[in-house]
């Protein structure tokens, strides 16, 4: 029996990508060529799909529409942005593909596939195109949402983020533009780039300052170092106040300048309302206003009871008081009159993504810290080829 190497042999999935097209055995430590169908994992190449027009850009990956050329589907394209990588992928991109694949709910944007650029230094999430982001409707809708439509669509979102709480992920990073409608009414939670898996207690995070700075909760803003799902509760009660006013409600240009706002909205908070508060490692950097009142009521005061009481305990500043969604599904505001729309009798909008080819952003201070911690791509193409083999 000769010694050689097989010519041909078949790749080891334990191994780590040596250079192009090779893959060094862990057993024998030979750098051995990958085989022309395995050179992808079991990922299709992005070349299978038709980019058609941008739709969207953000810190971590421009969007495509774009169409399979299998299956004749329109899909979107999220390509994972590199550049700032020398040698691998940033955790944001692992994370959001590890947690979309743990996620079936129907208010969650659907990830299909993973597929790989020739060169294997790409990588796209190919997920179900949806046709509108809730920040470019809103900034160029001739007409506010009615409250009936409010209801339809924060009722989606609070299943969305019911499902995943349940299933201890916190998103982090919920704004409209992270809020995806397709033209069946339909609302997908989207951008999980941000999102973590939590423990129960749960574990400090490195990166206290995740959500954007207008959706961001008081205790993020005073440097708590557990986040839970209160976080993206309070981000919740900032986007049902922004659909009620047709406008976003605390749109900080700062941290003080958020934490004013706040403070303006619901007054001070303090150690008898939040026990903990005056050892948040914040507090000692802000002096924060003494306003006493809480102006909801004046803020919306087009607003049934129910609905106030609903933004009252979305803000509540204890986040281990704050209103959870389970406890928001069952509140009154969703089944008093005016009562939700049937998600498919949503109007249907222009689809003003493709008309400015996903030019529009709206100007929000991000305030987001890509994370510096890369995960090589051998790590991900290993986790892909050794997933896709076990299912
Ligand atoms: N499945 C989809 N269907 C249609 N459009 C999408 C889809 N996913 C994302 N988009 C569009 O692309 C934009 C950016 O996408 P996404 O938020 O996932 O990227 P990001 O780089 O993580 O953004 P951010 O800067 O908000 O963190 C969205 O606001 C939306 O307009």
């Known amino acids: 029996m000769s010694n050689e190497p097989d010519a041909n042999p078949a790749p080891d999935p334990q191994a780590p990508v040596t250079r192009k097209g090779f893959l060094m055995s862990l057993k024998t430590g030979v750098p051995m060529p990958i085989p022309e169908d395995d050179l992808y994992g079991r990922c299709r190449p992005v070349a299978e799909f038709e980019k058609l027009n ?103 979102v609070l299943r969305a983020l019911q499902y995943m709480h349940a299933r201890f992920i916190i998103h982090r990073d919920l704004k409209v533009s992270n809020l995806l409608m397709t033209d069946k009414g339909c609302i997908k939670v989207a951008d999980f780039g941000l999102a973590r898996l939590y423990g129960n207690p749960p574990k400090p995070v490195m990166t206290p300052q995740m959500v954007t700075l207008w959706y961001r909760a008081p205790e993020l803003l005073l440097g708590a170092r557990t986040h839970t799902t209160a976080v993206d509760m309070w981000a919740f009660g900032c986007i049902l106040g922004e659909l009620l006013l047709n406008k976003p409600l605390l749109p900080g240009n700062s941290e003080i300048a958020q934490l004013d706002l706040i ?27 003494e306003q006493p009142y809480n102006n909801l009521k004046t803020k919306f005061h087009m607003l049934c009871q129910p609905g106030r009481e609903l933004l009252n305990i979305l803000f509540i500043y204890n986040p281990n008081t704050r209103a959870s969604a389970d406890e928001c599904l069952t509140s009154k505001y969703f089944t008093s009159a005016p009562l939700p729309c049937d998600a498919r009798l949503m109007p249907t909008f222009p689809q003003h993504r493709i008309l400015s080819g996903g030019q529009q952003q709206r100007q929000m201070p991000q305030a987001t810290q890509p994370p510096t911690d890369n995960i090589p791509i051998s790590d991900l193409l290993n ?6 083999r076990l299912e």
């Open 54 to 156: 941008r739709v969207g850009e953000g810190s971590y990956g421009i969007v495509y529409r774009a169409r399979d050329t299998r299956s004749n589907e329109i899909v979107a394209l999220k390509k994972v942005r590199m550049d700032q990588e020398k040698d691998g992928l940033p955790v944001s991109g692992l994370r959001e593909i590890m947690i979309l694949k743990k996620c079936n709910h129907e208010n969650i944007v659907h990830l299909r596939e993973v597929v790989v650029g020739k060169s294997l230094d790409s990588i796209f999430l190919v997920m179900d195109y949806c046709e509108q982001d809730l920040a470019s409707l809103l900034d160029n809708m001739s007409q506010p949402f009615t409250e009936s439509e409010v209801k339809c669509i924060t009722l989606q």
């Open 263 to 289: 403070i303006e909205l619901l007054g001070a908070p303090s150690e008898s309302i939040w026990p903990g508060f005056s050892e948040l490692p914040a507090v000692k950097n802000f002096t924060l206003s």
């Open 383 to 388: 986790v892909f080829i050794k997933r896709q």
